[in-house]
């Protein structure tokens, strides 16, 4: 593998790592280089604007339940366990009604809660995960993909904000 070809794997994989999407992926790379983060960043939010039904599936699928530490030490699982620490976390009472929640939401949706958890105390996602419970599939759904698309922009932004521009460009 060349260097153009081992750099556009790993700008790929980096970007897996923010939204496990494919057809996001191929849409934010295939535009690559891009000439400022915030370049980056707008493409990116335009390609996660909407997300499809299958995809917000696909991109869950990538995701450990709030409250449950995500295995492995891929990027994925990095940003995962930064994402999910917060001030609050180990009080047993908040992770038991966490966890009573994510039971609730998965029985009523059939698939994982999920929210942008960093910034947010544990509370603060106990009160979400409770109001969104209470939602409609199509209303939940929609605010899935929206939880998908914040992850995913503040993930790059934290991986590229120093980075050197050109972004995305082979060596």
């Known amino acids: 593998m060349n260097e153009r070809t081992e750099a556009g794997e790993r700008f790929r994989d980096e970007l897996r790592a923010c939204l496990h999407v494919e057809r996001w992926v191929d849409e934010v790379a295939d535009a690559a280089p891009y000439g400022s983060l915030d370049e980056l960043i707008a493409a990116a939010a335009a390609a996660a604007t909407p997300l499809a039904s299958a ?43 966490i966890a009573a929640g994510n039971g609730a939401y998965e029985e009523r949706f059939g698939r994982i809660f999920l929210i942008r958890a960093a910034g947010r105390s544990r509370s603060e996602i106990l009160a979400e995960l409770t109001r969104r ?26 991986l590229y904000a120093d980075a050197p521009t050109p972004i995305g460009a082979a060596p």
Not at 64 to 93: K, L, T, V, W
Not at 140 to 151: K, M, T
């Open 133 to 158: 419970v209470g939602l409609d599939e199509a209303s939940d759904r929609a605010v899935v993909g929206e939880q998908l698309r914040e992850i995913a922009l503040r993930r790059l932004e934290g």
């Open 55 to 97: 995809e917000i599936d696909e991109a869950l699928a990538a995701h450990p339940r709030i409250g449950e530490q995500a295995a492995g030490d891929g990027a994925a699982a990095r940003f995962s366990r930064a994402e999910q620490s917060s001030a609050d976390a180990e009080d047993p009472e908040l992770a038991a009604a």
